[in-house]
């Protein structure tokens, strides 16, 4: 299950007006992709996908932080490659392929892109309010994913991300 | 030439080859008893600490969907040990997952993954450990 650890670092950053009109666009996709969304998806398929642009955006979002909180957010943007590829390999299992990943923060769901463009007074609280968001996903997830194996595989990922919660609220001084 | 009782006698072995394959039937309250003596054993393995209540807290969880008690099983109390209890209940609770389909056992089973995980990651931290080892906590042969 094992994934490849994506470096976002070499990723642009593109703040400007531009950016401001794309978040705009940002919120709109993340209609599609907040919690709420991910598991209304009433296919198989269509709910993973919603996990893995999640996993992905995520991933994106503690690279651009990265600096800020090396020995957490380095681990914690691995994990979420690594469970967008296990994703990936259940999206496999059901007969679909693995899209166009995100590119640049523009693309990015509303927690990921609040992560990724925080300033560094922010930073903890924010990944603590994108891991909230996690959990919350696949523990909407969990009930409505049929196949034993991608249901197993899922719930790992919710331990991970309550475990990724957890060393987030304690540093973040959050009970 | 092809009878008709050869017709129906090939028919009928369609039918026995085609059926759904054996699979061993789940029984939802043997597989609750097994996640509430997992979770019992770790909170009989609990220190006095802070941590110990949401480990109580995630057994009444359970004794109220398993229905009945038993045995409650003991332990030495110990950090290492609570630690390990947890570990393999985690592991108990992902695996219910993969057997229990109805979103009232989902629902639940996800309550109790999230709350275990972050209790292993959290004895980790009192040991002085890495509270974090692995991108999917709870696989069987998994730290």
Request: aromatic share 4%.
């Amino acid at each position: 299950m094992n994934g490849r650890d994506e470096s976002s670092a070499a990723e642009p950053r593109r703040f400007g007006r531009r950016a401001a009109l794309a978040s705009a666009g940002a919120a709109a996709a993340a209609v599609a992709l907040n919690p709420g969304s991910a598991f209304a998806a009433s296919d198989e398929g269509g709910l993973l996908l919603g996990l893995w642009r999640r996993e992905k955006g995520l991933a994106i979002a503690y690279g651009q932080q990265v600096h800020t909180q090396p020995e957490l957010f380095g681990p914690a943007r691995r994990h979420a490659n690594d469970h967008a590829a296990a994703i990936a390999t259940a999206l496999a299992a059901v007969g679909l392929g693995t899209p166009k990943p995100p590119w640049t923060t523009n693309d990015l769901d509303v927690a990921a892109h609040r992560l990724a463009t925080s300033r560094p007074a922010d930073v903890l609280a924010n990944a603590v309010l994108v891991e909230e968001d996690m959990v919350d996903v696949y523990k909407g997830a969990l009930p409505a994913l049929p196949d034993a194996k991608i249901v197993m595989t899922a719930a790992t990922i919710l331990a991970s991300h309550a475990q990724h919660l957890f060393v987030l609220r304690r540093a973040a001084q959050v009970t | 030439m092809v009878t008709r009782r050869a017709l129906l006698g090939a028919g009928t072995l369609l039918l026995v080859g085609c059926g759904p394959p054996d699979e061993p039937e789940v029984n939802a309250a043997n597989v609750w008893g097994e996640q509430l003596r997992a979770s019992q054993a770790a909170l009989a393995a609990y220190p006095s600490i802070s941590l110990r209540s949401a480990a109580a807290k995630r057994v009444r969880q359970l004794e109220s969907q398993a229905g009945a008690t038993g045995t409650v099983p003991t332990a030495t109390r110990s950090l290492q040990t609570a630690l390990e209890a947890e570990r393999v209940a985690l592991q108990t609770h992902v695996a219910a997952v993969g057997l229990l389909e109805d979103r009232a056992s989902r629902e639940l089973l996800a309550s109790l993954i999230a709350g275990t995980a972050e209790a292993v990651s959290a004895l980790r931290a009192e040991l002085g450990e890495p509270p974090i080892v692995d991108a999917f906590p709870g696989q069987r042969n998994r730290p």
